[in-house]
């Protein structure tokens, strides 16, 4: 008996070389579908527009308004009648206020006995480090070496200052600090005057001088027996505490 399968057909010869050829195949196709891009199209919006043939607009009545017209312009007389000018005009003389040679100046004569002379008196100005009877502050009477109301007068001011002292709410709102040098003048009445001041802002400028705006009124300074004025200087700390 015959065998039915032909010995020199091998079914699995090739299958290796078909298996790669259709594996190859397989990712080609798969790669592609990958690499496939669609494109929305673009969308065109069209605007209709209705155009009407039959346009009707209400025409709005209208009233015409009759004027009179101007009169007419007066016109000239036939005869011209020439009145003569009976009156006589007075002329004014206008004299010259300019002096000539020709007119003679009177000499005045002056005494030296009726000059008056008067004293001005100067405003000095002296520091209160050097003032002969320094400025007294009320409370400070009891005092009687000049030392001691020296020292006394200080201590009042500092006192005023932190009794009167208000932070700018600006100023504290931007955290802005520094010290304000403050100058004034107590003059030979014993009012503070010529507030100066220096500092890092404006604001404590502002603050410094109100301060020392509000200082009462002294007992004035003395040089050689007399008022006079003296000048004042003191730092103001404006410190923020946390």
């Given amino acids: 008996m015959k065998p039915k399968k032909n010995p020199n057909a091998e079914i699995g010869r090739n299958s290796s070389l078909y298996f790669m050829i259709g594996l190859t195949s ?73 002096s000539s040679q020709d007119t003679y100046i009177e000499d005045a004569m002056v005494r030296i006995e009726d000059v008056e002379v008067e004293e ?31 020292e006394c007068f200080n201590q009042k001011v500092q006192e005023h200052i932190r009794d009167n002292f208000q932070y700018p709410p600006d100023a504290l709102e931007m955290h802005i600090t520094g010290r304000v040098y403050v100058q004034f003048v107590i003059d030979s009445q014993g009012r503070i005057s010529n507030i100066e001041k220096r500092g890092p802002d404006r604001l404590l400028e502002k603050e410094a001088v109100r301060i020392m705006s509000l200082l009462p009124k002294v007992k004035p300074g003395q040089q050689r027996g007399r008022p006079v004025s003296v000048k004042y200087s003191i730092p103001i700390n404006f410190i923020m505490q946390e």
């Fill in 120 to 150: 001005v008196e100067e405003e000095v100005v002296v520091p209160f480090a050097v003032i002969e009877y320094v400025p007294v502050f009320p409370g400070c009477e009891i005092y009687d070496t000049q030392e001691q109301r020296k």
């Fill in 26 to 98: 397989v990712l080609f196709v798969t790669w592609q579908s990958l690499e496939v891009k669609f494109y929305e199209k673009e969308s065109k919006a069209i605007e209709v527009v209705q155009v009407v043939d039959e346009l009707k607009e209400d025409v709005p009545m209208t009233e015409t308004i009759h004027t009179t017209p101007p009169p007419p312009p007066p016109t000239a007389p036939d005869v011209i009648e020439i009145v003569e000018d009976v009156e006589d005009v007075e002329e004014t003389v206008i004299e010259s206020t300019e």
